[in-house]
């Protein structure tokens, strides 16, 4: 079984610039997670979608936007970087919205680096 | 504010050693799950404890959630250099609407 791809592995960016990162779960699981990785900060939430809706938000801008499909594929985008957007992005897929039962599993995760 | 707290930050062992790293919090949790993340890869669960008191056994890594629900210890015995990683703990506060909180992480590193 196919586990959670992310692309791209790695993207540099200029700042103001602006990106999209794709999510592709593991095959029935109907419920994609994004979070945002960097040393100082560690994993933080960012939405949730499960059937195509945002299930759950985190305390990001309005910048950060997110979608899911029909097939449960999800995309990230992010506006006018910054900065301090360059971290490791993290796409995570569970079978139901997720909860103890409902693990999450990752993907690999995107580089994002800004300058 | 860091609701959940790991220590140490970083660990740097010899093989064959034995080691525990800690997640704390001042709030209860409902559940609490333990990750490891290899570099260049997503985390990867190892377990999920939910019961206050519960131990679970992986192997040589033995995970403990304390009878309060307030923190949660994992040991590992005898450290082999595939141990190596960040094990990060995430916890779903009671009450809370599932919404998974993050500690920081303890980087391990064990040599041969």
């Known amino acids: 079984k196919a586990g959670v791809t992310q692309t791209p592995r790695y993207l540099i960016k200029t700042r103001g610039q602006q990106v999209t990162l794709s999510c592709s779960p593991i095959?029935?699981?109907?419920?994609v997670s994004w979070y945002q990785q960097t040393p100082g900060q560690g994993l933080q939430f960012l939405f949730e979608y499960f059937s195509e809706t945002q299930r759950n938000k985190g305390n990001f801008p309005g910048r950060f936007s997110g979608r899911q499909f029909s097939n449960s594929r999800s995309e990230m985008n992010v506006s006018t970087l910054e900065l301090g957007d360059s971290a490791l992005y993290l796409c995570?897929?569970?079978?139901?919205?997720?909860?103890?039962?409902?693990?999450?599993?990752f993907g690999n995760g995107t580089r994002l680096t800004v300058t | 504010t860091q609701l959940l707290e790991q220590s140490p930050q970083f660990l740097s062992i010899q093989e064959g050693e034995n080691l525990t790293v800690y997640c704390n919090s001042s709030?209860?949790?409902?559940?609490l799950q333990w990750y490891r993340q290899e570099p260049g890869e997503g985390p990867v669960l190892l377990v999920t404890v939910v019961t206050g008191g519960e131990v679970k056994k992986l192997k040589r890594l033995t995970f403990q959630f304390g009878d309060a629900r307030k923190d949660s210890s994992l040991h590992i015995t005898a450290a082999q250099p595939g141990d190596t990683g960040l094990y990060l703990c995430?916890?779903?506060?009671?009450?809370?609407?599932?919404?998974?909180?993050w500690g920081l992480g303890t980087s391990l590193a064990v040599n041969p």
């Open positions: 095959s029935g699981h109907r419920s």
């Open positions: 709030s209860v949790f409902s559940s």
């Open positions: 995570a897929s569970s079978l139901d919205l997720s909860s103890y039962n409902s693990p999450l599993h």
């Open positions: 995430a916890g779903v506060f009671a009450g809370n609407n599932r919404k998974l909180i």
